[in-house]
């Protein structure tokens, strides 16, 4: 059986606010790499809930974290689907990342996908 490994490196001031975030995965690519920004969530089997890691560096710009949570959703909305095949929840989850998109000023208006109407 083989094993993969995913790990990161926190840098942190003297008030334990991250100045630098590392990761590297050796299967992936050959060298570390910097990050400003990680949300990590993990499916605790046994209590059927979810942990959540989210840390951001000083240096993370608002502008940029608006940009990493409207990519994540979108990235939740295809994940979804691949997981699960339920594509009209997937759409949904799509529609609100579009809403958001356009309240942070990120993406046009009208690119809603149509959901299914019974």
Not at 6 to 12: A, E, G, H, R, V
Not at 48 to 62: E, Q, Y
Not at 82 to 105: C, H, I, P, W, Y
């Amino acid at each position: 059986m083989k094993k993969s490994e995913i790990k990161f490196t926190i840098t942190l001031d003297d008030k334990k606010i991250p100045e630098k975030i590392e990761w590297d995965a050796f299967d992936i690519q050959e060298q570390t790499t910097t990050a400003n920004a990680v949300m990590i969530a993990l499916w605790d089997a046994k209590e059927k809930n979810t942990l959540r890691i989210d840390l951001w560096t000083k240096s993370m710009m608002k502008e940029d974290m608006k940009k990493f949570y409207h990519q994540s959703f979108l990235c939740m909305a295809d994940n979804f689907e691949r997981a699960t095949g339920d594509v009209e929840t997937s759409r949904a989850m799509q529609n609100f990342a579009q809403m958001l998109g356009e309240k942070m000023n990120l993406v046009m208006e009208n690119k809603f996908v149509a959901l299914k109407s019974d």
